[in-house]
């Protein structure tokens, strides 16, 4: 059974930093794509960043230069490292592997101005 469990949510300033990550149980990871989408409310769910199963990355405008997004194949987690947060950053952050059915439950990220 596949299951994605996101931490590192929580409250931060702007300018401040955050890095979320994603554990991902079953024997997929390696060898898939790895994506992390945010939803604010009243807004459509949007891709923030994707990596390869061969670490190619990419990124939303709105986040390029301040978002890195990482895994560690060894330890089947993806990672967002999030720094010079704004207040329109403020979502839920969901990872997913990339064309699949499979997502993480989701963890808050709210930066205040």
Known sequence: QVQLVESGGGLVQ???????SCAVSG?????????????????????VAGITSGGTTNYADSVKGRFTIS??????????QMNSLKPEDTSVYY???????????????????
């Open 14 to 20: 702007a300018g401040g930093s955050l890095r979320l």
């Open 71 to 80: 895994r560690d194949n060894a330890k089947n987690t993806v990672y967002l």
């Open 95 to 113: 990872c997913t592997i990339l064309l699949s059915r499979y997502w993480g439950q989701g963890t808050q990220v709210t930066v205040s101005s």
């Open 27 to 47: 024997s997929i990871f390696s060898v898939n794509g790895m994506g992390w989408y945010r939803q604010a409310p009243g807004k459509q769910r949007e891709l």
